[in-house]
């Protein structure tokens, strides 16, 4: 069973476009939702987070947006760029536990 | 430099000849992981580890184990490896406390079984 679902699986954008990748949830301990990126022959590394107590964060380019209600959250990659090619995974947990979505294979076309 | 190692990060084996992949972090981090990567399945939880002489089961361990003598080491044992182990595996710490925190990933060790 599938604690975090995430799509879509892959994802194409021209530079400059918006990518946007979404995940969805359903045990409401979860507190923390991180979003990790891995570029091919390295491990996930942590890009941006949230709790649930938020709505919105953004670090540069990269925004999270969160719906508690709907269980719901998504990474928008504003500016998308060649270098921001790569796999995407979000995550949910509380403590050290975490669920992770099946991950998104992004490709951002020069 | 903070970092977890995984060695070796490519390993090919037969079925049924024990191996190790070893896992090291020099950050301090109370809580240690193992994870498998599979395509289309995302990373999925084998063990972890809250601290020394602590480990317990995640989601998919049936064929793993592994032991936590030492806090900056939690190694990953195959004792009879089996072509459905060939993987991507993990491994992962994170300071252990009340509040989440995020894990720091090693680069990885692909593993084929034949």
């Known amino acids: 069973q599938q604690q975090v679902k995430q799509s879509p699986q892959s994802l194409i954008v021209q530079k400059g476009g918006i990518s946007i990748i979404n995940c969805a949830y359903e045990?409401?301990?979860?507190?923390?939702f991180p979003w990790y990126q891995q570029f091919p022959g390295k491990g996930p590394a942590l890009l941006i987070a949230?709790?649930?107590?938020?709505s919105e964060k953004k670090e540069g380019r990269f925004t999270i947006s969160f719906n508690k209600s709907a269980k719901q959250f998504s990474l928008h990659i504003m500016d998308s760029q060649p270098g921001d090619s790569a796999t995407y995974f979000c995550?949910?947990?509380?403590?050290?536990?975490?669920?992770f979505g099946t991950g998104t294979s992004l490709t951002v076309i020069p | 430099e903070a970092q977890v190692t995984q060695n070796p990060r490519y390993l090919i084996t037969v079925t049924g000849k024990k191996l190790t992949v070893t896992c090291s972090q020099n950050?301090?981090?109370?809580?240690m992981s193992w994870y498998r990567q599979d395509p289309g399945l995302g990373l999925r939880q084998i063990y972890y580890?809250?601290?020394?002489?602590?480990?317990d089961k995640g989601d998919v361990p049936e064929g793993y184990k592994v032991s936590r003598k030492e806090k900056r080491n939690f190694p990953l044992i195959l004792e009879s490896p089996s072509p459905n182990q060939t993987s991507l595996y993990f491994c992962?710490?994170?300071?252990?406390?009340?509040?989440?925190?995020?894990?720091?990933f090693g680069n990885g060790t692909r593993l084929t079984v034949t």
């Open positions: 992962a710490s994170s300071l252990w406390g009340g509040e989440s925190s995020p894990l720091h």
């Open positions: 045990n409401t301990a979860f507190d923390y």
């Open positions: 949230i709790r649930p107590d938020v």
């Open positions: 995550a949910a947990g509380w403590g050290n536990q975490f669920y």
């Open positions: 950050m301090n981090h109370e809580y």
């Open positions: 580890s809250m601290n020394v002489e602590v480990t």
